[in-house]
């Protein structure tokens, strides 16, 4: 499964790639720098398809041929790709994820050229059954990320999903989110470089909030009005660290 993995490739004609019958996909491409490509209609992916294109540097074309339906597993998939030039995208709007349940780590590291406008572009239902989100944004630094195409009745794991996100990336709205199923969510927001951060949202399950928002010290505007803090039982260094300048929207439940 790991055909091109740290191939360095100046061109790779892929047109008469089948991979119809591939189990799995694990990182195929993974630690890969190609120049050009020739793509087929097509690339069918395992359902293990874990690390496929992690520290992938190349066309991003391919990312919107992928058939994706089969995954099962998109962790680490686009974990660390090469740096996007200024205005490029990452379009996976084409992905089909209505049997992904993992995808832990899946854009963690995600790099662009500073201050230029790159992110990413998510299909409609996106996580629809997806379970564990944990590092999914980690170390995150284009400066968009839109959730509103986001899914998620069956999430339970956001431990880390955006710690350490970078300056690029000054507003975050994870309104979109349905975190009430949610268990897991230590050190969700560590270290991270928003300034605003809307979260709305019903969070009613989770009992561990350490380091969840430790260390934003950047943060201007945080609305965690549909937290419910009374269930939280371990609080270690839960809002330690966060700007002084911060306006805390708790709501009634704090």
């Known amino acids: ?54 520290a992938y540097k ?20 686009i974990q660390s790709p090469g740096t996007l030039p200024a205005g490029s995208e990452i379009d996976i709007s084409s992905w089909d994820t209505r049997n992904t349940t993992s995808m832990a780590s899946m854009f963690a590291g995600s790099n662009a050229s ?4 790159s992110g990413i572009i998510f299909p409609d239902n996106f996580g629809s059954v997806c379970t564990n989100m944990q590092y999914m944004f980690a170390y995150y630094q284009y400066n968009t990320l839109d959730l509103s195409k986001f899914n998620t009745p069956a999430l339970t794991n956001v431990s880390y999903m955006f710690q350490y996100t970078g300056s690029n990336l000054t507003n975050l709205d994870v309104s979109p989110l349905d975190l009430s199923h949610v268990t897991a969510a230590t050190y969700m927001f560590y270290n991270s470089n928003i300034k605003d951060l809307y979260m709305p949202n019903e969070i009613s399950l989770v009992t561990n909030g350490n380091y969840m928002f430790s260390t934003m010290r950047m943060i201007n505007v945080m609305d965690i009005s549909g937290f419910d803090l009374t269930k939280v039982t371990t609080k270690n260094q839960m809002f330690v660290n966060v700007g002084t300048a911060a306006k805390l929207s708790e709501g009634a439940y704090a």
Do not use: E, W
């Open 1 to 54: 499964t790991s055909m091109f993995q740290t191939s360095t490739i100046g061109h790779l004609d892929l047109r008469n790639l089948n991979t119809s019958n591939y189990p799995s996909m694990n990182n195929m491409f993974g630690s890969s720098t190609i120049t050009t490509l020739d793509l087929p209609k097509k690339i069918y992916c395992g359902s293990n398809s874990s690390g496929m294109f992690t």
């Open 58 to 77: 190349g066309p991003t074309d391919i990312f919107k041929i992928m058939d994706t339906h089969g995954v099962t597993s998109m962790a680490n998939m």
């Open 114 to 117: 500073q201050g230029c406008n």
